[in-house]
Nanobody, 119 residues
Framework: VQLQASGGGLVQAGGSLRLSCVAS????????MGWFRQAPGREREFVGA????????YNPTPVKGRFTISKDNAENTVYLQMNSLKPDDTAIYYC?????????????WGQGTQVTVSS
């Protein structure tokens, strides 16, 4: 099983990025796909997830309507569209695949992609 995240980079505050995560070695549409992030010196934080049927859930505290999760089952890919980015969004973003809950208990993790938001 491999989850390959990409799309990170350096962006100015107020800008946008779209992260992608391609899954291989799993039956993609049987998994909940989640996004997490970890900033330096901080614990990993749940960002959001999308269910098998395509229903997203978000952590309201960091997201506040700025992020959107979607997926393409035909491409085995989950996306995280991030708008109105802030310096506090700077972190390594990880995708994960699981079968139990959108909030925890993930079975597989990607390697992460760095997002840096400059002020």
């Amino acid at each position: 099983v491999q989850l390959q995240a990409s799309g990170g980079g350096l962006v100015q505050a107020g800008g946008s990025l779209r992260l992608s995560c391609v899954a291989s070695g799993v039956t993609f549409n049987t998994y909940i796909m989640g996004w997490f992030r970890q900033a330096p010196g901080r614990e990993r934080e749940f960002v959001g997830a999308i269910s098998r049927t395509g229903s997203p859930v978000y952590n309201p505290t960091p997201v506040k309507g700025r992020f959107t999760i979607s997926k393409d089952n035909a491409e085995n890919t989950v996306y995280l569209q991030m708008n109105s980015l802030k310096p506090d969004d700077t972190a390594i973003y990880y995708c994960a695949a699981g079968r139990i809950s959108p909030y925890s208990g993930y079975d597989y993790w990607g390697q992460g992609t760095q997002v840096t938001v400059s002020s």
